[in-house]
């Protein structure tokens, strides 16, 4: 009956597809062999097989565990964890400790475990395969040839994420794609989103695997791959037309974001920019200069959300160039960047009601001036992140609460100049205001906070942490703000 079981596995595996010789030959690893005595004849159907399908191990390294025989009972396998962290075999260990008896009860409790879960639906598995991540779906793949069907379906395939830093994510990428475009050849029309954020050895040749093999990709998140660099972007960009959100950040490498030159040749000055990527993060991008912005805003006109956090090159003639290119942008942050000033923020007024969001945290050389220009003409504005600009003061506050009545959050922190008769003109104009971050602000007292308090009862979050309050105005906002999450260093106050 073992021989039988084994010979049922192997055609399985042989009948889906050829995806794990592909595998194997893809991979740098030698083939792992089995001790000469390390199973007898009882349990030889036990042996080493590879089912058909891209191994999990590309996918997420496998860890190296023994079938204890409360496991067999349970009808679970482990998956080998062979000389390096690249498996393309699953091995099922032969049982230890087991007599032949035991051995067929734990067999037949597995048969109708199995037997219970066949009687799913197709519908149903789908419904269940959705909520599983790349590796895992690639798993379940190689349970049985109805698994196999199922866990291959193009329906599951519009997401695929990998994350690891010693997965071979140029390899897996390789490997997925080709069995997605078996239907369609050398073309996968599924697949939408790619997120390898954190893979740090990801490159060039990965990225060009996606650019070459989804044409209908819409998001691409490459977060801290810094191994990446501008050329591989710019294919991506350039064979993939439909692409809205492309995340950089921490990719060093990465100074711009423009087409190909072989494309831009084909296409008309006019078309050549319009890139349709709305959302880009290029956080931690520290090459990024102005000359790069300057081609990023031309020739992605649609930016709705942009974050260029820590972009320490970057000056107010970047951000003219921004504005000048892509008027609908309505999220921006450029904390960090110690050459911004009042005449960048001048700048980004003219984005005028269409800025919800910005950020100018730690921008050293904003003063009231440029915090003026915001308010006056940014009035729909939701969000502003200010903390650690030194030079706001009660009169920048005070523009900003008689004009964006709309304010929702507000971080000041860090701010030693804004004092009690800031807060209460906040608190007379913004009624909305959920959010407010007032940690390490020196000049704020017990006064300040009953007057927000008492104001402000929508309050969601209060940050007082390293700020001179007292414990009764702690309590009286506590009293009058009932939903409000107080962050504090007060250990007499709980």
């Not at 260990?93 to 037997?115: I, M, N, S």
């Not at 805003?297 to 930016?303: F, N, R």
């Amino acid at each position: 009956m073992g021989a039988n079981n084994g010979k049922q596995s192997g055609s399985e595996g042989k009948g889906s597809s050829s995806i794990s010789s592909d595998l194997s030959s893809s991979t740098d690893q030698t083939s792992t062999k089995a001790p000469k005595n390390a199973a007898t004849s009882e349990d030889s159907d036990l042996s080493m097989r590879t089912l058909s399908t891209p191994s999990p191990a590309l996918i997420l390294p496998p860890r190296s565990s023994s079938l204890s025989p409360a496991a067999l009972f349970n009808g679970s396998s482990t998956s080998s964890s062979s000389f390096t962290a690249e498996t393309v075999a699953m091995v099922h260990a032969p049982p230890t400790g087991l007599t032949r008896v035991g051995y067929r009860g734990a067999r037949h409790l597995r048969d109708q475990q199995e037997a219970l879960i066949d009687i799913l639906p197709d519908h149903a598995f789908l419904q269940i395969f959705t909520h599983l991540p790349t590796n895992q779906l690639c798993r379940c793949a190689r349970v049985c040839r109805r698994w196999y069907n199922l866990a291959w379906d193009p329906r599951l395939w519009r997401t695929v994420r990998l994350t690891g830093d010693v997965l071979h994510v140029d390899r897996a990428l390789r490997v997925l794609t080709r069995r997605l475009c078996q239907d369609t050849p050398n073309v996968c029309l599924t697949l939408e989103t790619v997120v390898v954020s954190g893979c740090r050895r990801l490159t060039d040749r990965g990225l060009y695997t996606v650019a070459q093999c989804c044409p209908e990709l819409r998001r691409l998140e490459v977060a801290g791959c810094y191994n990446v660099s501008n050329e591989a972007v710019f294919e991506v960009v350039s064979r993939c037309p439909n692409l809205e959100h492309l995340d950089v950040s921490g990719c060093s490498k990465v100074t711009c974001i423009s087409l190909t030159r072989e494309v831009s040749l084909k296409l008309s000055p006019m078309h050549g920019q319009q890139i349709s990527i709305r959302y880009l993060d290029m956080t931690d991008c520290f090459a990024l200069e102005d000359d790069g912005l300057h081609t990023i805003a031309a020739h992605c006109p649609m930016l709705t959300h942009l974050y260029l956090r820590r972009c320490t090159r970057l000056t107010d003639e970047g951000l003219r160039c921004l504005v000048l290119y892509c008027p609908a942008v309505r999220e921006l942050s450029v904390s960090d960047c110690r050459f911004v000033s009042d005449f960048g923020l001048r700048e980004i007024a003219k984005l005028e009601e269409r800025l919800r969001y910005l950020s100018i945290a730690h921008c050293g050389r904003v003063t009231d001036v440029g915090v003026r220009y915001v308010a006056k003409y940014c009035a729909r504005l939701r969000y502003l992140n200010a903390r650690g600009c030194e030079g706001l003061t009660d009169h920048g506050l005070e523009h900003l609460a008689k004009n964006c009545l709309k304010l929702k959050s507000l971080d000041i922190g860090k701010c030693p100049l804004v004092s009690d008769a800031g807060l209460e003109m906040l608190a007379l104009n913004s009624f909305n205001l959920k959010r407010l971050s007032l940690k390490s602000c020196e000049s704020i007292t017990g006064r300040g906070l009953q007057v927000i308090a008492a104001n402000c009862f929508d309050l969601q979050l209060l940050n007082v942490q390293d700020c001179d309050v007292s414990l009764e105005a702690l309590r009286f906002v506590k009293r009058h703000c009932k939903r409000c999450v107080i962050e504090h260093t007060n250990p007499a106050f709980f």
